[in-house]
């Protein structure tokens, strides 16, 4: 059997949990994978893996091996885009996986990156779930949350806030805020994958945090709901500031208790691989961090 493959077949099969996955992944039957992985191990009279009836697991043998073979094939790979293009020159498919709400932020970078490098193609996937980027295939992921995969890279592209703010009709309603402890009396809608779930986080002017436990009827993991239901006066909410800006200029939200800023969170690009980025990769992840310097007002309004 070829070498090169095999050595590729049996860090698939570590990378993605199993021979199953990593077969996808290559585009090739689980029983072929097998066959690649017991040919390296007859190759070196050792055995690379434990396998089991529900998992794999690398012997210390195994964990070796496998951490030479990782930076093998990233030299192997870094030669070819070097021979090829002079690793400058981004081609092939791009795969991207955003959030529904950080879409508009994203698409302008997507839209330079197919102008810039006619070479290169996108599939842009939304959503507002936690997906598998390995077994799925994705390149890229941005997130506006830390990645529960602690394999994953993680690149910070910038910091940024949430907004406090309601409707003119809501504060007709129920009247006006002046303290942050009256937001746990209030009818308040929240993001489920608000980081401090129900405890809303703030910095006050003198620099000192301030929290306060909310609750309300509403609960969502779409950002792009939370907003319409601050825009109809459901409640209170907590927005990402790109998303609101537009609606705060035109008077449609209100700004509330301006002397408390939400906590600084992080937007980042999230990529699995450890060793090497392709120049498609490493090329889109710099345009979003030069998007997010010149987009820095609308992502922290508190900047």
Known sequence: MDRLTSLTAFVRVVDNGGFSAAGRRLNMSTTMVSNHVQALEDRLGVRLLNRTTRKVSLTEAGRTYYDRCVQILADIEQADDIAGALHSTPRGTLRVYTHTHTVPYVA???AE??????EVRVDLSMGERTVDMIDEGFDVAVRMVLPPDSSLIVRSLATWRHVLCCSQD???R?????????LSERDCVRHANYPYQDEWRFIDRSGAPASVKVSGRFITNSGEALRMAALEGVGICLA???MVH?????GRLVRLLP??????LSLNAVYPHRHHLSAKVRTFIDMLVNHSAEQRKLIDPYS
């Open 108 to 110: 302008p970078v997507v």
């Open 113 to 118: 990156f197919l102008k810039t490098y006619p």
């Open 170 to 172: 809501y504060l007709e």
């Open 174 to 182: 129920h009247g006006t805020v002046h303290e942050l402890a009256e």
């Open 240 to 242: 990402a500031g790109f």
């Open 246 to 250: 537009g609606d705060l200029e035109a």
């Open 259 to 264: 002397e408390y800023r939400p906590v600084e």
